[in-house]
């Protein structure tokens, strides 16, 4: 130990001096322009927290790709959905007319459209990857209503932070942050393949998100909650994948 | 060999204060590595089973015919996969590890490259001689690896020409690439650099590749550690550990390495 010179020591107590101080600085910033996850904490929560961020800074603003028509994949892979109660059944008899989303939470005006009124809102159409945490993917084309269409009937409030949103399937929630909310590619989906959204792909109503992988894309949606801050929704963590040992952010 | 100068000046004038083998940037940067691969290969080998069917270009799923498949079973009851059970779902706390080890090996390698190029590790430690590049020169290392001999003297303090190009090999080449082929899956960072997808042919393809690239790590990886194990598993990890590693150096240099 006597090999240690005074200027080593000097060296790094001002390096980790420094490193500190800088982390101390990034966290704070990190915390001022929300850019730690709401699962940002824990064992995974440095690495998440550094996903997250680092992913924010880079594509608020970036569009998915898109696709020629030609690439659509034939046929799609509808992935296993967990049975629709009885409920669902319902509604899927009266050919969905009944099948309303509910706009609450921090909107000047809380609405609830029925499906005719969603399919009767401005729509685009986007041929855009679908990618599952599992590895498989697949193209096609979605028709929907861009959620920020949807807000901005609501009237989202500037507190807004986040939106939460819930399917028919009660264990099934999610949010995002108003960087996807409002990003124009992010769609209330009621449409795919130039048809209406088959049921095994989430008919009548399903949220795509094309910046994150498969499982943000929640199928059957029913409500919509606006929110500063996603405490108040189950453990706080942000969604049901969290709570399910699953990132909140699935940009990767 | 570049470095058998100092090794034969050192025997008879031993320094003042001895070199270690290896810096300590390297080997705090080897083990915060190995640590990192070894959580990295558990974590992606956990995401595989999810999928083990492989493609080529944009898409892939059950519907597609694949690339390959691994003839092993799956996590998930909607991959066929001949076997009658499905293996439990690992993927969640996998996905948080494996992407948390990957920053630590991103940092970490950051810092190693910055190390390296400012301390002339590259140079001095990793390039092999522009000599021991010839076709003789190396068909010598390799025939004596084949055949199993034991490390000359001096390979103890430095790289024969076949590590050298293994190294750089896996630094230069197999962890960029690695890192690439990950960054390349990720929807969201192939919505700001959809050429880093485009170049591989889509995101399938670089799925398949990553899979490749991790298998020549894991390969490089079992070398690695058996050449430690076969030319003195003691010395090359005290090496890597403590710096030291060469007690027939003499006294002299012993009591440099134990103070």
């Known amino acids: ?252 | 060999m570049a470095d058998s100068v100092w090794v034969s000046t050192s025997a008879s004038a031993a320094p003042a204060k001895a070199r270690p083998r290896h810096s300590a940037v390297v080997r705090a940067t080897h083990w915060i590595t190995t640590l990192c691969f070894l959580a990295l290969l558990v974590s992606g080998v956990e995401i595989l089973i999810s999928h083990p069917r492989f493609y080529w270009g944009e898409t892939g799923n059950v519907l597609t015919t694949p690339l390959f498949k691994l003839p092993i079973p799956a996590s998930r009851a909607t991959v066929p996969t001949g076997y009658g059970y499905v293996l439990p779902d690992q993927n969640g706390w996998s996905r948080y590890l494996h992407f948390q080890s990957a920053w630590v090996t991103v940092l970490t390698g950051l810092l190693y490259v910055a190390f390296a190029l400012f301390q002339g590790h590259f140079r001095r430690n990793l390039l092999p001689a522009r000599a021991d590049l010839s076709w003789r020169a190396l068909s010598t290392v390799i025939a004596r690896h084949l055949r199993l001999r034991p490390a000359s003297e001096e390979e103890a303090w430095s790289y024969n020409a076949l590590q050298r190009l293994t190294y750089l090999l896996v630094i230069l080449v197999l962890f960029p690439l690695v890192i690439w082929t990950g960054l390349a899956m990720s929807p969201a960072i192939a919505s700001v650099f959809p050429a880093a997808v485009a170049v591989w042919g889509g995101q399938q393809s670089a799925r398949t590749i990553h899979f490749f690239v991790s298998v020549l790590l894991v390969l490089f990886l079992l070398v690695h550690v058996a050449m430690v194990c076969l030319t003195g598993f003691r010395n090359r990890m005290r090496a890597m550990i403590t710096g030291g590693g060469r007690p027939q150096m003499g006294s002299e240099y012993e009591q440099d390495l134990t103070t």
């Open chain 1, 1 to 252: 130990m006597n090999r240690i010179s005074r200027r080593k020591l000097i060296t790094a107590g001002l390096v980790t001096t420094a490193g500190a101080s800088a982390l101390a600085a990034a966290a704070k910033l990190a915390r001022r322009y929300g850019l730690i996850p709401p699962d940002g904490g824990g064992l995974y929560g440095p690495g998440e927290t550094l996903t997250y961020a680092a992913q924010r800074l880079l594509t608020r603003h970036s569009l998915a790709r898109e696709f020629s028509p030609a690439q659509v994949s034939k046929p799609p892979f509808a992935n296993a959905v967990a049975p629709l109660g009885d409920a669902f059944k319902r509604l899927q008899e009266g050919t969905f007319s009944d099948w309303r989303l509910t706009v609450d939470g921090m909107v000047a005006r809380p609405v609830s459209f029925s499906l005719g009124e969603l399919k009767s809102f401005p729509r685009r159409r986007q041929i855009t990857h679908l990618a599952c945490e599992e590895g498989w993917s697949y193209i096609a084309e979605w028709i929907g209503v861009p959620l920020s269409h949807i807000l901005e009937v609501a009237g989202t409030l500037p507190q807004a932070r986040y939106v939460v949103y819930r399917s028919i399937q009660r264990h099934w929630w999610e949010s995002i942050d108003m960087a996807d909310a409002l990003h124009p590619q992010t769609l209330v989906a009621h449409g795919m393949n130039g048809g209406e959204l088959p049921v095994a792909f989430g008919g009548p109503l399903r949220l795509r998100i094309p910046r994150q992988l498969g499982y943000k894309s929640v199928k059957y949606i029913t409500r919509l909650t606006v929110s500063d801050s996603l405490k108040g929704f189950g453990k706080g963590l942000g969604s049901a994948s969290p709570e399910a040992g699953y990132a909140w952010y699935a940009g990767i």
